[in-house]
């Protein structure tokens, strides 16, 4: 099944600066009641965007209103927790195409990669820098190159390289599915089985 | 002569499973049981659908209710529409698939990782996996067993595959003895908040040690259970007489020859002297003592007379904020520096995948036994699985519980994580033998310690974080 192209991104960001970001905040477990995949997004960061009567909490970041983007910019070990795919549904529903963090948890990251929602990866350095740069002006243009493995502020001629597996390359810009890759092994995963046990 | 290259334990099962590896591409590898939930699967069935495919091997496929369900009234219809709709939806999908469904009222009903291991589908040297990031719990009988998201989900069921990249490995071991009134909870609430909740990320660990040698297989469960919890993909234990024992003659564990056929391969499943892992800790059993979390995180505990740290204890200023944040959400700014003994609590929760087995019941009831919980506590009962509720009562061990004024209630996921109707008010606290201590995750405001099943059974009869070595040497 075709998925959503990726190959360039280029838009301002929103800085969500907080460690450990587990996917219970991205989406609380009282919301993964759907049978389908859309909608997640009204209720991303529920609990920090919303107070309980449901008035938008005005210090959270995504109630800022100049504060827009595709990109989202996170502290360390962003996505830990539950394996719940609705987390990168919510994301991706929200509008955002990537999520750069310094380090992302296994399950988010694949989880992520699969919706074609970019996890980019910085080093530490980079991403205090582009904290430095959203906070400084909420205007700040980011460019994510696919193709080039590159995250860049054009204008302040900031640049880093990103790692990105070659196969999961290929999926996120022609929008492959792994579903149709794995039905085309078939002829290899019943070989396995015949000399399996 | 030709020499095998020394492999550890995850290499060897990993290694059998691999169909099909391509340079620089993930690995096709072969699963040999899905376990699925009504939360995680229905878009998976949905694609199965749109793509006209089957389930590809009914045989391998298992499915349950946990994360919807109540607790109480079972029996009856369940009250909230959007849970209903979910587990309607899982009835229907294992219908038109053909898929075996333990559902609500089934005598084999139950959280998806406790009925695995009960019911002798869970067995040394499987790949096993599950929409569930506590899926690693599998990992005590020697498995690889980690948890996927929707996606994946999908694609186990489309061709009993699931592309993934192999893991560094990491060896954690821990030996020693245990002191009294500390369990395998502790060790592993220890060994998270030495390492943090990201310490394990992008390996799988194997636990290995005297101590680790020694425990139960429920013990064994509990701690690969949260080997998630410091972002490791899972964890496992090399499979052992204990290992064999626990699984002999359950349900749907081998038979006859086939049973002496998987004893023969079972015992191979060792890593072998001289393998490499990636990377190696030590941890001393002897040092551990009862453990507590007093943060919005697993990594965020301490032993249970220790202090809570204070803000200029941390480096950077990211730091300082989320432990700051951690500490106003948990009402806690002021204890900086304190115990956290002695602190008054509204509820207990013991139920939850990491600590809801019989093992678990069997030391809260010692503890609780002629004794009464105080007044304004609320104690939640939940038992792992409708055979465990079935084995409490058998042991009299329900009689305990409701006379010391507990709630006995069916089983499910319950208070664990907020889905259903079991929740924890705002601003409230709640000793849990759960896992996760995430802002929000027994409800919204919710406010978790993590703990042990005897710290918190100490909790349930004091009403307060209570250090449970007291209550053992009476």
């Known amino acids: 099944m075709k998925k959503k192209l990726l190959n360039k991104i280029v838009s301002t960001a929103v800085p969500l600066d907080m460690e450990d970001v587990d996917t219970d905040q991205i989406i609380p477990a009282r919301f993964l009641k759907s049978i389908g995949r859309d909608g997640f997004g009204l209720n991303v960061f529920r609990d920090w965007r919303y107070d309980p009567e449901g008035n938008p909490k005005p210090h959270f970041i995504l109630n800022h209103p100049q504060y827009k983007g595709e990109i989202l910019i996170a502290g360390n070990n962003f996505g830990c927790g539950s394996?719940?795919?609705?987390?990168?549904?919510?994301?991706?529903?929200?509008?955002?195409?990537?999520v750069v963090s310094s380090f992302f948890a296994d399950i988010f990251k694949n989880n992520a990669l699969n919706n074609t929602l970019l996890p980019v990866q910085v080093s530490n350095k980079?991403?205090?820098?582009?904290?430095?740069?959203?906070?400084?002006?909420?205007?700040?243009?980011?460019?994510?190159?696919?193709?080039?493995?590159?995250?860049?502020?054009?204008?302040?001629?900031?640049?880093?390289?990103?790692?990105?597996?070659?196969?999961?390359?290929?999926?996120?810009?022609?929008?492959?599915?792994?579903?149709?890759?794995?039905?085309?092994?078939?002829?290899?995963?019943?070989?396995?089985?015949?000399?399996?046990? | 002569m030709k020499f095998d290259k020394p492999k550890t334990l995850f290499e060897k099962i990993w290694d059998s499973h691999v169909v099909y590896q391509k340079d620089g591409y993930p690995a096709v590898l072969y699963i040999d049981t899905?376990?699925?939930?009504?939360?995680?699967?229905?878009?998976?069935?949905?694609?199965?659908?749109?793509?006209?495919v089957k389930v590809y091997d009914t045989n391998k496929t298992w499915a349950t209710m946990d994360?919807?369900?109540?607790?109480?009234?079972?029996?009856?219809?369940?009250?909230?529409?959007?849970?209903?709709?979910?587990?309607?939806?899982?009835?229907?999908?294992?219908?038109?698939?053909?898929?075996?469904?333990?559902?609500?009222?089934?005598?084999?009903?139950?959280?998806?990782?406790?009925?695995?291991?009960?019911?002798?589908?869970?067995?040394?040297?499987?790949?096993?996996?599950?929409?569930?990031?506590?899926?690693?719990?599998?990992?005590?009988?020697?498995?690889?067993?980690?948890?996927?998201?929707?996606?994946?989900?999908?694609?186990?069921?489309?061709?009993?595959?699931?592309?993934?990249?192999?893991?560094?490995?990491?060896?954690?071991?821990?030996?020693?003895?245990?002191?009294?009134?500390?369990?395998?909870?502790?060790?592993?609430?220890?060994?998270?908040?030495?390492?943090?909740?990201?310490?394990?990320?992008?390996?799988?660990?194997?636990?290995?040690?005297?101590?680790?040698?020694?425990?139960?297989?429920?013990?064994?469960?509990?701690?690969?259970?949260?080997?998630?919890?410091?972002?490791?993909?899972?964890?496992?234990?090399?499979?052992?007489?204990?290992?064999?024992?626990?699984?002999?003659r359950r349900k749907f564990a081998p038979k006859g020859k086939d049973w002496d056929k998987k004893i023969e391969k079972w015992k191979k499943l060792t890593t072998d002297k001289n393998a490499k892992y990636d990377k190696e800790l030590f941890f001393d059993a002897a040092e551990i003592e009862p453990m507590i979390t007093y943060g919005t995180n697993p990594g965020m505990g301490m032993g249970i007379t220790g202090t809570i740290p204070s803000v200029d204890d941390y480096e950077t200023q990211s730091q300082k904020d989320n432990f700051l944040k951690a500490m106003e959400y948990m009402g806690l700014t002021d204890k900086q520096g304190s115990k956290l003994l002695g602190k008054k609590v509204d509820y207990v929760f013991l139920g939850s995948c990491t600590n809801s087995r019989i093992e678990d019941f069997r030391k809260i009831a010692k503890i609780v036994k002629n004794k009464k919980k105080p007044d304004w506590l609320h104690v939640f009962v939940v038992p792992g699985s409708a055979q465990v509720v079935k084995q409490i009562e058998k042991e009299g061990l329900d009689k305990i519980f409701t006379d010391a004024g507990f709630d006995m209630r069916g089983a499910g996921c319950s208070a664990c994580l907020g889905m259903n109707e079991d929740k924890i008010p705002a601003g409230k606290y709640c000793v849990s033998t759960s896992n996760r201590n995430f802002q929000g995750r027994q409800g919204p405001g919710a406010r978790t310690f993590l703990a042990s099943p005897m710290t918190a059974a100490a909790a349930a009869i004091t009403g307060k974080v209570s250090d449970v070595r007291k209550f053992l040497k009476l």
């Open chain 1, 83 to 98: 394996s719940r795919e609705h987390a990168a549904w919510a994301l991706s529903d929200y509008g955002f195409k990537v």
């Open chain 1, 126 to 197: 980079f991403l205090r820098k582009l904290f430095a740069e959203v906070n400084k002006n909420h205007q700040t243009i980011i460019e994510v190159d696919i193709e080039k493995q590159t995250i860049s502020i054009p204008k302040k001629n900031l640049s880093e390289f990103f790692e990105i597996n070659p196969y999961k390359k290929i999926c996120v810009i022609n929008g492959y599915d792994d579903v149709d890759y794995l039905i085309s092994m078939k002829e290899k995963i019943a070989d396995f089985e015949k000399k399996y046990e």
């Open chain 2, 34 to 52: 899905h376990l699925i939930h009504e939360v995680t699967s229905p878009q998976a069935f949905e694609g199965l659908r749109k793509r006209g």
């Open chain 2, 67 to 248: 994360h919807n369900v109540p607790t109480k009234d079972q029996d009856k219809i369940i009250k909230e529409p959007m849970s209903r709709k979910q587990v309607e939806m899982l009835r229907t999908n294992c219908e038109e698939f053909s898929v075996r469904l333990f559902g609500l009222g089934h005598p084999f009903q139950g959280i998806v990782h406790i009925i695995g291991p009960e019911l002798g589908i869970t067995q040394p040297g499987m790949t096993i996996v599950c929409g569930d990031s506590h899926t690693s719990t599998h990992g005590a009988f020697g498995t690889i067993a980690f948890g996927i998201g929707t996606s994946e989900v999908e694609q186990v069921l489309a061709t009993q595959t699931i592309l993934q990249y192999k893991p560094k490995t990491m060896n954690i071991r821990i030996d020693g003895m245990l002191g009294q009134g500390v369990s395998s909870k502790d060790i592993i609430l220890y060994i998270i908040s030495k390492i943090s909740t990201s310490g394990g990320t992008g390996y799988f660990v194997e636990y290995t040690g005297t101590a680790i040698e020694n425990l139960s297989m429920e013990a064994r469960m509990t701690i690969c259970n949260m080997s998630i919890e410091m972002g490791a993909r899972g964890g496992l234990i090399a499979p052992d007489q204990t290992t064999f024992d626990y699984i002999k």
